[in-house]
């Protein structure tokens, strides 16, 4: 059975840093697309951040763009989401994302909520202000 488990998530102050980190377990990483999501109350999920398993290629959507780092640790089957400067908008409930059709978009792994295989518990990110 396919697990993703989150871990980093928490209370932050505005303009601090945080790691988040979405350890597979179940799948072949190498045949998904890896990445996060978020979903803010009364918001519909948005995805944040995308990295293909293999060729290591990432996407950010705009909302963190320049303040996101997608990551990952093939030993450890392990994807990261480094976030900086946080801002009180980046509160939400962030979840672990596989897919395995590993869209593309411009050759970069864009992801969509309705392609999504698995999903993690999702994890609570708060930004104090």
């Known amino acids: 059975q396919v697990h993703l488990a989150e871990s980093g998530g928490g209370l932050v102050q505005a303009g601090a840093s945080l790691r988040l980190s979405c350890i597979v377990s179940?799948?072949?990483?190498?045949?998904?697309?890896m990445g996060w999501f978020r979903q803010a109350p009364g918001k519909e999920r948005e995805f944040v951040a995308g990295?293909?398993?293999?060729?290591?290629?990432?996407y950010y959507t705009a909302s963190t763009k320049g303040r996101s780092t997608i990551s990952k640790d093939n030993a450890k089957n392990t994807v990261y989401l480094q976030m900086n400067n946080c801002e009180p908008g980046d509160t939400a409930v962030y979840y672990c994302?596989?897919?395995?059709?590993?869209?593309?978009?411009?050759?970069?792994?864009?992801?969509?909520?309705?392609?999504?295989?698995?999903w993690g518990q999702g994890i609570q990110v708060t930004v104090s202000s």
């Open positions: 994302a596989a897919d395995g059709t590993r869209r593309l978009v411009d050759g970069f792994p864009a992801m969509t909520a309705s392609t999504v295989d698995y």
């Open positions: 179940g799948l072949t990483g190498n045949r998904y697309n």
């Open positions: 990295i293909n398993w293999v060729g290591g290629s990432t």
